[in-house]
């Protein structure tokens, strides 16, 4: 089955507690991203990336790192999580092709809050 | 800086009413633009428009694309109580390949 899996969906952590966020996907997409979604400000992108060793910079960056070493997994790091950082966070994955996003596929989410 | 706007915020309506839902953006550069539909989970893919494609339909659903005027609408006809979500529009632009959401349009369909 096609999909996209994040590990852990629920977290709750303290301020400074390095923690990682995996993601996976098996439809050998190209595009990987991470979104954070809280309300009132909708989706927003934080990092993505447009294949093994190609990432960049979303809309909100800032307190965050990715790495893309395989094609398939798309790691979220936070080396010193904030409760600003408290949200709602997706995965999702996209094959690219012709120069378009085409459909892209989310993760479950991962709801973490940091105290 | 790419920007997505959609509106209404949130609209009410009762089933088997039409609803047109708004989304107009500023990009650089226009690559496709996409719309989503979120329930209590994560978005799940309706439809994408590009230049070369710029209206699409899928049962109730419909969507188009105008370019000139920098907007696209998304049509639900003989609305239910199952397209209750928040419906998401995302445009990919610019010389990257970054993807902006705007922040959605509630629709609660009652019975």
């Known amino acids: 089955e096609a999909q996209v899996t994040q590990n852990p969906r629920y977290l709750i952590t303290v301020t400074g507690k390095k923690l990682t966020v995996t993601c996976s996907q098996n439809?050998?997409?190209?595009?990987m991203s991470w979104y954070r979604q809280d309300p009132g400000l909708g989706l927003r992108q934080i990092y993505y990336s447009m294949n093994v060793e190609v990432t960049d910079k979303g809309d909100v960056p800032e307190g965050y790192k990715v790495s893309r070493k395989e094609k398939r997994n798309f790691p979220l790091i936070l080396e010193s999580p904030s409760p600003n950082q408290t949200s709602l966070y997706f995965c999702?994955?996209?094959?690219?092709?012709?120069?378009?996003?085409?459909?892209?596929?989310f993760g479950p989410g991962t709801r973490l809050t940091v105290l | 800086e790419d920007k997505v706007v959609q509106s209404p915020l949130s609209l009410v309506v009762h089933e088997g009413d039409t609803v047109t839902l708004n989304c107009s953006y500023e990009?650089?550069?226009?690559?496709?633009l996409l719309w989503y539909k979120q329930e209590k989970k994560a978005p799940t893919f309706l439809f994408m428009l590009?230049?070369?494609?710029i209206e699409k339909k899928s049962g109730r659903l419909s969507s188009i694309l105008d370019k000139k005027e920098l907007f696209s609408i998304l049509n639900i006809t003989a609305t239910q109580t199952g397209d209750s979500a928040v419906y998401l529009c995302?445009?990919?632009?610019?010389?990257?390949?970054?993807?902006?959401f705007g922040k959605g349009t509630l629709l609660t369909v009652n019975p």
């Open positions: 995302a445009l990919s632009g610019g010389s990257n390949y970054k993807l902006t």
């Open positions: 990009v650089t550069n226009f690559r496709s």
């Open positions: 439809m050998n997409h190209e595009y």
């Open positions: 590009t230049s070369s494609g």
């Open positions: 999702a994955s996209s094959a690219l092709g012709a120069g378009v996003h085409n459909e892209q596929f």
